[in-house]
């Protein structure tokens, strides 16, 4: 069965009942965000996501293989600027012909999950926030000296 004739649940808990009797499902879908919006730590948030499923029955499980792709925000860890980014993850999951109700949001949000990088730079080489004055150091200098930022150079005056 293709997905033009199947509505697929915002929630993504499909009946396992329902698939069976179909021989199987192909699908895919746009979900709202507010789903995943708990998922990162703020100010890092998943802003888009769609879904393909494509689900496969045999004689005791139910195959699911799927990919999600979608758009997030993630704020550098140096500079702590937002930054768009695209994502694409795969999932590949097996489910009992005896479970009433197959969880796909459960598996989506739990690959999702994974992908926060929480050490996120916006470029490898950004410069980051000067400690002192709060300049971002890649849109320009401060007059801050950084030999003064070090913290061997405080250690240093403190044994003098
Ligand atoms: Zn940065
Ligand atoms: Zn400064």
Known sequence: MRYQDYEVPQDLQFK?????????????????????????????????????????????????????????????????????????????????????????MYLVRQTLALTEDIRFLCKPECKGLCPMCGQNLNEAACGCKPENLSPFAVLKGKFK
């Open 16 to 104: 396992t009942a329902d698939i069976i009797r179909l021989n199987g499902l192909d699908c895919s879908a746009k979900l709202s965000p507010k789903y995943f919006e708990d998922i990162f730590a703020k100010p890092n948030k998943i802003t888009r996501v769609g879904i393909t499923l494509s689900f496969s029955v045999a004689s005791k499980e139910i195959l699911v293989r799927g990919s999600i792709e979608g758009e997030r925000e993630v704020q550098c860890a140096r500079c702590l600027s937002m930054s768009k980014q695209s994502f694409c993850e795969e999932f590949l999951e097996t489910y009992s012909h005896k479970l009433e109700i197959i969880d796909i």
